[in-house]
DNA sequence: GTGAAAGCGCTAACAA
DNA sequence: TTGTTAGCGCTTTCAC
């Protein structure tokens, strides 16, 4: 393995100098950087980031923790924040959200993350253990959603990214007024008790709208609680055997939408002939059902972007803030009036 | 920060007795065994990663190199390998396979991993690249399935792990030919050029079955050559334009196919009245599309498992070796007798 | 069976 | 402007 040393004794200076030249943080003569640089390439000189870390306390290595990369969401997310932490020499690391959170918060303080990105769904921590990774050096930058990310932001300083469904939201409710609808369904996948932006936005509407607002309409989830598409197939069926009334289904994202969509086929249902389905995030899987998934835009990798620009700012010592993000409604086939032929394609 | 002295102090052994304990890497009596376990959980302590990897030269991490995660596909398998992975300590760090190569290996070096897992997709490192790694200490497991990973397995030595499609594939076109299709194209959505286990196996069986064989049957895709849904779409249409007589499409993967699903539904084709349509991989969408999509169960999670197992041998010393998976054809809706209106459904 | 001590390769404060 | 040096917290011989 070639070290620093080496690289200061082929190119006659001393090994500090070899740092102050990859690093930037002194200055150091044109003629000696250019002669430094030429020893490096040549030996093809690799710093060592151990070494490097230990002395400096810093990993240049964030977190991600996601329930699953099942739902391509989150793929989407990590590969923005990859995009950005690349050019900063950041890397990224899965974090899977799996088995009991002590273990993983092991991992992130062993590792000495600078930080993680957590995105608000499906896991809890308790306050004791996010101050445990707090004071060991790790920030944070929450995805502001749930009343799990609201736990979070009330424990420790962060970050907050926040996706304002409000916009969206209000938009397809005067959609579904237009078309005629007043009995909409909500897939939520979680537990009942937890409260999520989405599903607040489609409670509040629905009171504000004067739609149906029978609890029957609200679909809560089941253990474990994934949100996927055989999640959503499951709770379509769960609806349609109470509600077979239902003139829309609202579902939590796509993937449950997609979910739904063939609950409704096997019923013998149309879309959108007899039942309107509309989903969340426009995944690009969302453009290729059958009908076209009408969806709400969400900016994943953008999210991701933001995310990691965040955790970089935070590193740099700057103050926690909190960005908000508006996606917009996605008109597709799948949505149109009420027990009405009409289909709006795409 | 707690560290290994202020241990050793308060339970009035030595810092060399606390690694010993925690690793298990030397005998030492259960009695003070206990009784440092007692102090590390009280102190919380938890040992500093980066100075165990400069002192050991080992990180536990291992790098998972993916074109892209907008294919759930590689979600699946790097949540495999995180299954594998975090029960023995290690962590699994993304690569997104963009930009230049020589800018992610300088992070794999960086990075110290041990090794890296590359699965045979849309990247090729040079036979240099490869020994500048190996030689830093990386490990590697290649998936193997493309000329591309044929090649890194000629410049270095590493473990393999290869889908063998062509049961799967002989059952495929043994349906065919029951249901009269002699016109099957392929999507391959790659370069002409590279030879592929999927791409390979079609044109071994058009050939030994004596269906056409017409060129233009073989679609390939466009720069920069992605596979996903859009790239199917795109291709189904490009092959509706040239031969509009085919009767079944098999596709690279089930992205690619819902894409096609997608073309072959606005060119007013039914599937699989018209076409039958088949994709691969067995993502979970597959079962949710109209019709449910026939394809190829492809083992993703224990692709993903099976790598992780590789590598921790590599590490161990052991031999490198060669693991082969078999996946099973899955016939659904999107299949059936060529231009018949007999739907098997599911 | 337990402990002392010499690194691992780098950063950063200080000296020259 | 460049070099010297003292750690960073751990692993791992090698003595005791």
Redesign the interface.
């Known amino acids: 393995?070639i070290t620093r040393r080496e690289v200061a004794e082929k190119a006659g200076v001393s090994p500090a100098t070899i740092s102050n030249v990859m690093n930037g943080s002194k200055y150091v003569s044109p003629d000696l950087a250019e002669k430094v640089e030429r020893v490096i390439s040549e030996l093809?000189y690799?710093?060592?980031?151990?070494?490097r870390?230990?002395a400096s306390r810093r990993?240049e290595?964030v977190g991600f923790i996601v329930p699953?990369?099942?739902?391509?969401y989150?793929?989407?997310v990590?590969?923005g924040m990859?995009?950005v932490a690349?050019d900063q020499?950041y890397?990224?690391?899965?974090?899977?959200a799996?088995?009991e959170a002590d273990?993983?918060i092991?991992?992130i303080?062993?590792?000495?993350m600078d930080g993680v990105f957590m995105t608000d769904f499906g896991f809890n921590f308790t306050g004791k253990q996010l101050e445990?990774m707090r004071s060991?050096g790790v920030r944070f930058v929450v995805g502001e959603g749930s009343s799990y990310s609201a736990e979070t932001y009330r424990s420790v300083p962060c970050s907050r990214i926040s996706i304002d469904y409000s916009g969206a939201v209000l938009r397809l409710f005067t959609l579904l007024r237009e078309g005629g609808h007043r009995r909409i369904a909500f897939l939520s996948g979680n537990k009942p008790e937890i409260s999520e932006v989405r599903k607040d936005e489609y409670s509040r509407r629905v009171r504000e709208f004067g739609f149906d607002d029978d609890p029957a309409l609200l679909v809560s989830g089941e253990p474990p609680f994934s949100t996927?598409?055989?999640d959503g197939?499951r709770d379509a069926r769960k609806l349609l055997s109470v509600r077979p009334d239902t003139t829309a289904i609202f579902a939590l994202n796509d993937?449950m939408a997609?979910?739904a969509?063939?609950a409704l086929?096997e019923a013998g249902l149309r879309v959108p002939e007899d039942v309107s389905v509309i989903g969340c995030d426009n995944l690009?899987?969302s453009?290729?059902?059958?009908p076209p998934l009408a969806t709400i835009d969400t900016p994943k990798r953008q999210v991701g972007r933001i995310a990691m620009e965040l955790l970089l700012e935070a590193f740099r010592g700057e103050d926690f803030r909190r960005v908000e993000v508006h996606p917009e409604f996605v008109l597709r086939g799948s949505l149109s009036r009420a027990r009405d032929t009409l289909l709006r394609n795409r």
């Open positions: 393995m093809g690799v710093p060592n980031r151990a070494a870390s230990l990993t290595q699953t990369l099942a739902n391509p989150f793929g989407d990590a590969e990859e995009e690349r020499g890397v990224v690391t899965l974090i899977t799996e088995g273990r993983y092991s991992r303080i062993e590792r000495q445990h060991r996927l598409a055989q197939y993937l997609i979910g969509l063939r086929r690009y899987l453009e290729t059902t059958w």
